[in-house]
């Protein structure tokens, strides 16, 4: 073959090959990030994190106590009582949107070779997995029936919608889209409008969950709440992570890349 013929192979492989090599590195240090989170940020260790779930505990706990009453006083309520605008919430909360924002952040930043988005991305995916096993397991240990039918509480039983799950899609895009943003966005006023801005996010999907009749007050609440717990969980290490990489030795490797006029080059890379 001459070497005419085998420049788009080469140049193919150039640009294939970075991009594997990025995608596994990721790979690896997403699932040691899930696993260093649950054994080492999970676990309550400070007073804040002791005081922050047992709020959340209480309040759940309240908020359940009251859930008839609570459900009447939104469905009856004058806000918003056309809801139709709030579809919106619906829409925002799915998986699916959240799943399509993660894939495109990724695949955008390692197309365009721009790291901090393709962290976004990742640790969309992340904060995901995380947030949705324990509403998952939620659901599962406090088994309860939608409003509409019946909302009878059972503990240790498939198929409960105790914690909404759309709230805490909701809660993970807007939690680190909001820690990405945060030390790339000078001035408190700019920081401040856009969290208002993103948390509005998981209000309006826990708004359309409440209005639709979908979940009671409590169901908002401790999906959104677990939610945040286990994203700051994930964040927390990859931020631990991150600062321990940048003390590492810097690494070697061989990559295949165009090289000028015809044919290909092997170049010995040195990555940090």
């Known amino acids: 073959m001459s070497l005419s013929r085998m420049r788009l192979p080469v140049l193919c492989l150039g640009l294939i090959l970075p991009g594997c090599a990025t995608m596994r590195g990721d790979l690896r240090h997403a699932g040691g990030d899930l696993a260093g989170a649950a054994v080492h940020e999970v676990p309550p260790h400070t007073p804040g994190q002791w005081a922050y779930l047992g709020g959340l505990a209480a309040a759940s706990g309240a908020l359940e106590s009251r859930k008839e009453d609570l459900r009447r006083q939104v469905l ?55 947030a949705q096993t324990t509403t998952g ?28 799950v759309h709230v805490t899609n909701a809660m993970v895009l807007a939690r680190v889209l909001d820690h990405q943003l945060s030390g790339a966005v000078e001035g408190r006023t700019a920081r401040a409008l856009i969290r208002i801005g993103l948390y509005s996010i998981p209000a309006v999907t826990g708004w359309q969950r409440l209005r639709s009749d979908q979940h009671y007050l409590w169901n908002v609440v401790l999906g959104g709440g677990a939610s945040l717990y286990m994203t700051n969980a994930v964040l927390r290490r990859h931020d631990r992570s991150a600062d321990h990489a940048e003390g590492r030795l810097p690494a070697f490797e061989l990559a295949v890349v165009p090289a000028r006029g015809r044919g290909g080059a092997l170049l010995l890379v040195w990555r940090r």
Do not use: C, M
């Open 76 to 130: 009856q309520s004058g806000l918003a009582r056309n809801s139709g605008w709030t579809d919106v919430g619906d829409t925002l909360g799915r998986s699916r949107t959240t799943e399509i924002a993660a894939a495109t952040f990724y695949a955008g930043g390692l197309l365009a070779d721009l790291p901090r988005t393709r962290e976004t991305g990742l640790l969309l995916g992340e904060s995901l997995l995380a």
């Open 137 to 164: 397991l939620l659901k599962f240990v406090f088994s309860e029936e939608r409003p509409q039918q019946g909302g009878t509480l059972r503990y240790f039983h498939a198929g409960g919608t105790s914690a909404s």
